[in-house]
């Protein structure tokens, strides 16, 4: 049960980085669809359910095979990158406040705990996440909940319907892709039926958020052209809760991205300084492009590289699966 659980909480802490639980991510590839958004959600559902079951059906091996294809394995470094850049662009965009101490403080605590998940691995990312992650659903879907008006008009305009079913198919493949590599680790711990059970729990969670989040920005049209839309409907204590929130969101997933960019290294560099540049310092650089310039340009990009990946993973044989079946067929 406690697997299921950590398992849970890592995928979709790993989901809901800045772009999800801002509502840029949700404005770009599901909202400004308007009524075709609905469907959509409910797409992604099943989706979300059949490819994280796929992936976590793939074990520890998930890793080898990006290791034994030269071109998936920069491809994944390079999603990586994107994404935790875009988490950095995100904090860095929460804490533009005046009180630059306490801008600091955070971003330093920021770092230390990034440098926990490079140094100690999944160990550490689960106990940080089971703080976390259960803390910032509950608050988000709270705070989702008080901008419901049921008497309210949702903005439910849209001139490229047709597009939005090939967003939506990219939206799933760009979180899942994403965090391939850890997700297919969490299945070594897990039964078959678990697996199954950790499938259906993590995808309806992120659907059901998804979901009310839709409606929420449907119903405050106004927001789409923010960087943040899902702060800048909120005022006073609720624009600070919510900074916090999306703060706590950001970090998730960034730490997830340390820890598959660094186990990804290790094994083909020995140097302990070019993977951490690799896994931390190079996404802040990137994090200078902007938050918005990522999500609205660099997240399409990532989602048609993510299709490489997942296709790699799923269904590519590794270079020891296919030696062995060139020799059984051989002693035939």
């Known amino acids: 049960m406690k697997n299921c659980f950590l398992a849970i909480l890592a995928i979709v802490g790993t989901v809901i980085g800045s772009g999800f639980i801002s509502g840029k991510e949700i404005v770009v590839f599901f909202a400004r669809f308007g009524i075709f958004s609905f469907p959509c959600i409910f797409l992604a559902f099943f989706l979300f359910?059949?490819?994280?079951?796929?992936?976590?059906?793939?074990?520890?091996?998930?890793?080898?095979?990006l290791k034994t294809s030269k071109v998936a394995f920069v491809i994944n470094l390079l999603l990586c990158l994107f994404f935790s850049s875009a988490m950095f662009a995100g904090i860095s965009n929460l804490l533009a406040f005046d009180n630059l101490f306490l801008s600091l403080v955070i971003f330093f605590i920021v770092l230390m705990?990034?440098?926990?998940?490079?140094?100690?691995?999944?160990?550490s990312l689960d106990k940080i996440n089971l703080v976390?992650?259960?803390f910032?659903?509950?608050?988000?879907?709270?705070?989702?909940?008080?901008?419901?008006?049921?008497?309210?008009?949702?903005?439910?305009?849209?001139?490229f319907g047709g597009l939005s079913f090939l967003y939506c198919i990219l939206y799933v493949i760009l979180n899942t892709a994403n965090g391939g590599v850890l997700i297919a680790s969490i299945g070594s711990k897990l039964t078959k039926k678990q697996k199954t059970q950790v499938s259906f729990l993590s995808a309806l969670t992120l659907s059901i958020i998804l979901l009310i989040a839709n409606i929420v920005l449907l119903l405050n049209p106004t927001s789409f052209d923010y960087a943040m839309p899902l702060v800048s409907i909120y005022s006073m204590s609720g624009h600070i809760i919510m900074t916090f929130v999306i703060l706590i969101g950001c970090l998730t997933t960034l730490l997830t991205l340390v820890y598959t960019l660094s186990s990804s290294m290790r094994g083909l560099c020995k140097n302990e300084f070019i993977i951490f540049f690799i896994s931390v310092i190079l996404p802040?650089?990137?994090?200078?492009?902007?938050?918005?310039?990522?999500?609205?340009?660099?997240?399409p990009l990532a989602s048609i590289l993510g299709i490489y990946i997942l296709c790699d993973l799923l269904f590519a044989r590794n270079g020891k699966s296919r030696r062995l079946f060139i020799k059984y067929r051989k002693s035939r």
């Not at 802040?284 to 997240?299: H, P, Q, R, T």
Request: with cysteine.
């Open 136 to 159: 910032m659903i509950i608050v988000f879907i709270i705070m989702l909940a008080v901008k419901l008006d049921i008497n309210g008009d949702l903005n439910l305009d849209c001139k």
């Open 132 to 134: 976390l992650v259960p």
């Open 49 to 65: 359910f059949f490819l994280l079951k796929k992936l976590l059906g793939l074990g520890d091996g998930a890793l080898q095979k």
């Open 113 to 123: 705990l990034a440098f926990l998940v490079y140094k100690y691995g999944l160990g």
């Open 284 to 299: 802040l650089i990137l994090s200078l492009l902007g938050f918005n310039f990522i999500v609205e340009y660099l997240y």
